[in-house]
């Protein structure tokens, strides 16, 4: 399967039983980015396996930070109205799936724009850490957050899945979600995602129940895998020069 193509398949571990009596407590976030289908890609997506694991040179992530603000720039210029689904699926079309495991040698890691952008593979939740990021240079009016959601599951009786999408402004009544799989291929509203259940949503500034205004942290501090992306794209963008 190509490029731009990730469809679902069957999850091996039931995410319902972490997030039917989800709290916002700091050990539980802790706990279900260290062992639930996401830290081992059961957002489930499938493409070409990667090869063996090797980290990004400096100068290769520079050059793609700077192709980062290129694209940055190109997305900015387009309309309102075709600025969204072109920018999703030229992101699905970019990043090759791969698990964690084969991209970072890890079994969970979120990478940033420019090391996804370097690689050229990563999981749900790296395609749409690479949007979020190009969404808040492109369009800063807007308020992007990236969401952690249940997704149904294409199977009959299938278990919900982890899965990470983006949406293009939180404050919208209803807002446009980003995804990567092949059954939403274009932007659609959160009203007619029937199959996601969004369970936290976050950006740089915090982290909110759902998709509501209900603050409940600071995602920088709750989630440390995003600290990092957080942390080592502010060193990537100064080690190339641009703004942040």
Not at 107 to 131: F, H, M, V, Y
Not at 171 to 186: E, M, N, S, T, Y
Not at 213 to 231: C, F, M
Request: with cysteine.
């Amino acid at each position: 399967m190509g490029k731009g193509y990730w469809p679902f398949r069957r999850a091996t571990t039931n995410v319902t039983s972490w997030w039917c009596r989800w709290l916002p407590h700091p050990a539980m976030l802790r706990r279900t980015f260290a062992v639930c289908p996401l830290a081992v890609a059961a957002c489930a997506l499938t493409g070409r396996r990667a090869l063996a694991h090797a980290a990004p040179q400096p100068d290769l992530l520079s050059a793609a930070t700077r192709r980062f603000l290129v694209l940055a720039q190109g997305f900015g210029g387009l309309p309102a109205a075709e600025r969204h689904p072109v920018l999703n699926r030229h992101v699905n079309q970019l990043v090759d799936y791969a698990v964690d495991a084969d991209v970072c040698g890890a079994r969970d890691c979120w990478q940033t724009p420019a090391e996804t952008l370097a690689s050229g593979r990563g999981d749900c939740e790296d395609g749409a850490i690479l949007k979020y990021f190009l969404l808040c240079h492109c369009s800063p009016a807007g308020g992007p957050r990236l969401v952690y959601a249940q997704c149904a599951a294409v199977l009959p009786g299938g278990a919900p899945l982890a899965h990470v999408v983006v949406i293009a402004d939180a404050d919208a009544a209803d807002p446009l979600v980003l995804d990567c799989i092949d059954g939403a291929p274009q932007p659609q509203p959160l009203s007619r995602r029937a199959d996601l259940r969004p369970l936290f949503s976050f950006d740089a500034r915090g982290l909110w129940r759902g998709v509501t205004h209900e603050h409940i942290g600071d995602a920088a501090v709750r989630l440390l895998p995003w600290r990092g992306v957080l942390q080592r794209w502010a060193g990537q963008q100064r080690q190339a020069a641009l703004p942040h």
